[in-house]
């Protein structure tokens, strides 16, 4: 019989809203070598949840097990141990599968495709009636920004990497899902592939949708995600909202002219003066009312950064830990 502490429900409390994905104690041993006899431990008991309408970043460095955790939550791998939940479901179950979407790390397009006809097959995957694939493709290629012309004419391996990571995206789609998982999302993308993909992932996130991706690049995540977990050597160090976890304290950067100089000296202790005339300082207190009487006082704001630890720096630091 299923004792209570094996059941991932047991975890949760009872007026908390369950979490769309929810992971207890997940593990992963790879067998591999002629004989099987040797392990490769992926996953060390990790537990985690994601909340509906939640943008997860789940980061770590190559190797750390981000794509075998998210293969178990997909089903495409079963966990040696551990238990999981997607949707309310057990991990592995089939039916999930019409609600979620995934872009794989590296996805198999095939070449001798063009992109209308990649979505099609997708699309029949799930059994998508015509009349619908016809209306819902290219509503996707719109919001993947590919034109229409190209995804009909142009064979996939005629495709930039940038559109052919956009074409996998308008794929983890087709079927309309409330959950989708990103692998690796921005990687191997130059600059605007990456911002491109960046307002895509925007874009869903605005719509309601719950997005978790793996990433190692850090600054793409910190734009993006609402909450994160650190994963190395396949044991999760920290997981929490970047206010948590990058400290909710923020202080400005501020520069500026005008204003009287013995009042800025109370909202900024440590103002200094460029001989342009220009001030510069720490702020402390709350910002709006600093602006409003900065304004008052006839002066103006040149420059005016958030400063707190950056994604990177926090990052570095758990894993040199
Ligand atoms: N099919 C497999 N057989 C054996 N070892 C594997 C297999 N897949 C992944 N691994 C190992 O598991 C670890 C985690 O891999 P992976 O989940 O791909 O990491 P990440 O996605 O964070 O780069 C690595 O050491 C990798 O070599
Ligand atoms: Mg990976």
């Known amino acids: 019989m299923k004792s209570v502490a094996d059941d991932p429900n047991s975890q949760l409390n009872p007026t908390e809203i369950p979490p769309v994905v929810l992971t207890s104690e997940l593990r992963k041993v790879y067998r591999t070598g002629f004989w099987l006899n040797q392990k490769v431990v992926s996953l060390k008991n990790c537990s985690l949840k994601v909340y509906k309408g939640e943008t997860f970043g789940l980061l ?14 997909l089903g495409i791998i079963r966990p040696t141990s551990g238990r999981g939940l997607l949707l309310g479901k057990p991990i592995g179950d089939r039916t999930v599968k019409q609600d979620i979407g ?31 694939q016809r209306q819902r493709i290219p509503q996707l290629l719109e919001l993947v920004g590919l034109s229409q012309a190209d995804a009909k004419k142009k064979l996939l391996r005629r495709y930039s990497k940038g559109m052919l990571q956009r074409v996998g995206m308008a794929q983890a789609l087709i ?20 911002y491109q993909m960046r307002e895509i992932i925007l874009t869903l996130k605005a719509s309601g949708k719950t997005i978790f991706f793996n990433s ?12 994160i977990a650190i994963l190395a050597q396949g044991e999760l160090i920290c997981s929490g909202s970047l206010n948590e976890l990058l400290g909710g304290q923020s202080t400005y950067h501020v520069k500026g002219q005008g204003g009287d100089l ?11 003066f460029e001989p342009n005339g220009s001030w510069q300082g720490i702020l402390q207190d709350d910002y709006y009312d600093f602006l409003a009487s900065l304004r008052l006082m006839g002066g103006q704001i040149i420059a005016m950064n958030l400063s707190r630890q950056s994604l990177e720096e926090f990052f570095i630091q758990q894993i040199q830990r």
Request: contains cysteine; hydrophobic residues 40%.
């Open 216 to 227: 190692h690049i850090l600054s793409e995540v910190e734009q993006i995600c609402d909450r």
């Open 60 to 73: 770590g460095p190559n190797g750390a097990g981000k794509t075998t955790l998210l293969k178990l939550l």
């Open 262 to 272: 013995e009042i800025l000296k109370k909202w900024i202790p440590t103002l200094t």
């Open 175 to 194: 079927n309309e899902p409330d959950l989708v998982f990103l692998d690796e999302p921005m990687s191997g993308l130059d600059p605007v592939g990456r």
């Open 102 to 132: 995934y872009l794989s790390e590296n996805p198999y397009l095939y070449d001798y495709l063009t992109g209308w006809e990649f979505l099609q097959l997708a699309a029949g995957l799930f059994q998508i009636p015509n009349s619908v």
